[in-house]
C-alpha cells in the first residue's frame, strides 16, 4: 500500500461542550481555539483534536493523507463502510468510514 496514512487527529464529541473543554483546560492544561459555537480545536496537546458539540460517542481517529482520493480508494477497497463521503471543511477535506470490526474513524488532506 503506497500511502502514508498515519494518526493525526482526534475529535471528541460532547452534549455539554463548555464543560468538557472546562475539564480538559484544567485536568490538562490544554488550550482551545473556537471555531463557532459548536466546535473548539485542541492546542498543546501532542496530537492534534478538537471537541465538537455533539451526542456523547467514542473518539473519532482521523488519520492524514497527501492523496484524499487515492486514499479513499484505498480504504474503501479494504472492506471498510464508507459512512460520510468526502466534504470540505475550513482547512481541507475529509471522509469518514467504519472498518470492519465497527470502528469509526476519518481520513483528511489538508486545502
Not at 483534536?49 to 481517529?61: F, H, K, M, V, Y
Not at 472498518?99 to 481520513?107: C, D, L, S
Amino acid at each position: 500500500m503506497p500511502l502514508n496514512l498515519k494518526m493525526d487527529y482526534v475529535e471528541f464529541y460532547s452534549a455539554e461542550l463548555e464543560a468538557t473543554e472546562d475539564f480538559f483546560a484544567k485536568a490538562f492544561d490544554w488550550n482551545f481555539v473556537e471555531y463557532g459555537p459548536d466546535y473548539r480545536d485542541i492546542q498543546n496537546a501532542g496530537i492534534g483534536g478538537g471537541i465538537a458539540r455533539s451526542a456523547p460517542q467514542a473518539p473519532l481517529i482521523v488519520l492524514k493523507a497527501v492523496d484524499l482520493e487515492a486514499a479513499y480508494s484505498q480504504i474503501s477497497d479494504t472492506g471498510a463502510e464508507i459512512t460520510k463521503e468526502i466534504f470540505e471543511f475550513p482547512g481541507g477535506k475529509r471522509f469518514e468510514f467504519r472498518e470492519p470490526g465497527g470502528t469509526a474513524m476519518a481520513v483528511w488532506c489538508p486545502a
